[in-house]
């Protein structure tokens, strides 16, 4: 079905507003994710007394995460394509949530490896699931604004995380934190199986929303192999910008409670503030370089001119992040720290949003699973240095300084492969 493109000028109550539905769900899944990945981060100090962890095992059970998630993404995007959004999502959150309870029975370095591993795995089927849903629900010129808000899921799972994980610690114990959060996804499902389906054939669409999300001209309905996908550069400026810019949040995420930690005295019971402050404001940079792109892209500018402003201003918004280590005073790092996630937060909506603008929705999910793979090799790649270097140098300003690099760098590569971001004809 095509409709006039006009249509954007109804009234937004005649249109409806179910498609904001699915993005809510979308958005709880992510944090679920979030939550069940940042158990472990949170849980590090007492875990390491427990266990008798260095820097350098602790790199290892990190890098068991990202070895799969790399595996897992790159065959759960042609999945989700195959199988379609619906049945592929709720495979990938039933694998994760039995995966994250299963920490609960770890009892050695190798133990919490091998439960990694299976977690990186399943949730590796969010992403490529989640952008698949949006270009499904949503015309172009709305989805970097619903990826920015699915997106800023990952923040709130961040900040959900050091509020639950310490209490259920401190009320019951270690495993109980990785049970009961682990145990969240199955209550998700209900909602999932209940409201979710194509717009085509959801009975809470009315006619005028279903016009409205299919307001762009219709994409190919060719089926499009992977080793088609890999000639186009669009696919290869997805995946170099996130190898080069994913290695950033993978070190966010499992150090920034360490640093605070080893650098700042908090214990765990004292990372809730300061975690929910960074991890707040990274959802405000998720909604608003989301936001930013689509509020160009409504005032006349180009895909290609929008989108690159909003990850530019994003990507030098992280250089100030070099800095955290030499500040003395915890919440000076931890503003640094805020603007670098809030930075990420931001480019990665947009870096998203670029693969539903380049390919039909039909490739979307592959071409975001073929992408994360190459994320999470970056990420295992910091993951194993950050290890070595704390654990013989015990210094940050090295990793940080290439955190803050790494977005411009990622802004080049993509410059000089799509010069123009625009779709793709599919032969």
């Known amino acids: 079905m095509y409709s006039d493109p006009d ?3 109804a009234d937004a109550k005649n249109i409806g507003h179910f498609r904001w539905v699915i993005v809510a769900l979308v958005f709880f899944a992510t944090t679920i994710n979030y939550v069940d990945r940042q ?9 390491e007394k427990d266990m008798g962890w260095n820097q350098i095992e602790y790199g290892y059970i990190v890098t068991a995460f990202t070895a799969a998630y790399a595996i897992g993404l790159l065959l759960v995007g042609r999945l989700m394509d195959i199988f379609g959004t619906k049945k592929g999502y709720a495979a990938s959150l039933t694998g994760w949530s039995f995966a994250a309870i299963g920490h609960a029975l770890a009892g050695s370095v ?6 990694r591993f299976f977690l990186g795995f399943f949730e590796a089927g969010n992403f490529p699931a989640a952008v698949k849903t ?10 970097a604004f619903a990826t920015g808000l699915f ?7 961040a900040i959900l995380a050091p509020l639950v994980v310490p209490l259920i610690t401190d009320l019951w114990g270690w ?17 999932w199986f209940k409201y979710y389906d194509t717009p085509e054939k959801s009975k809470y669409v009315k006619r005028a929303e279903l016009e409205y999300i299919q307001s762009d001209p219709p994409d190919t309905l060719i089926k499009i192999p992977w080793r088609r996908l890999i000639r186009y550069r669009g696919t290869w400026a997805f995946a170099l910008g996130k190898l080069l810019s994913d290695p950033a949040w993978w070190f966010y995420i499992y150090w920034i409670p ?25 959802d405000v940079g998720s909604i608003a370089g989301g936001w930013l792109s689509s509020f160009l892209l409504k005032r006349g500018w180009s895909v290609n001119r929008s989108r690159k402003t909003a990850m530019l201003v994003c990507a030098l918004c992280a250089v100030p992040i070099i800095f955290a280590s030499r500040v003395s005073n915890v919440w000076a790092a931890v503003g640094l720290l805020s603007l670098a996630t809030a930075a990420h937060q931001g480019w990665s909506a947009n870096l998203f949003t670029t693969v539903s603008d380049i390919f039909p929705r039909k490739a979307v999910a592959s071409v975001v699973g073929m992408g994360g793979t190459f994320g999470a090799i970056g990420g295992m790649f910091i993951a194993s240095a950050a290890g070595f270097i704390l654990e013989f140098t015990g210094s940050y300003f090295i990793l940080f300084t290439i955190a803050g690099s790494l977005y411009l760098l990622a802004f080049l590569v993509i410059n000089i492969l799509i010069p123009e971001i625009k779709e793709v004809e599919i032969s």
């Open 7 to 9: 249509i954007n000028k």
């Open 39 to 47: 158990v472990i981060g949170i849980l590090a100090p007492v875990l």
């Open 110 to 115: 190798f133990g919490f490896g091998v439960a």
């Open 134 to 143: 949006v270009a499904e629900w949503f015309p172009k010129r709305e989805r």
């Open 151 to 157: 997106n800023a899921g990952s923040n709130a799972g």
């Open 175 to 191: 495993q109980e934190a990785f049970i009961l959060t682990g145990a969240a996804g199955f209550i998700w499902l209900i909602f």
């Open 258 to 282: 360490k640093f605070l930690h080893e650098k700042h005295g908090l214990t765990i019971n004292e990372f809730a503030a300061p975690l929910i402050v960074i991890y707040l404001m990274a």
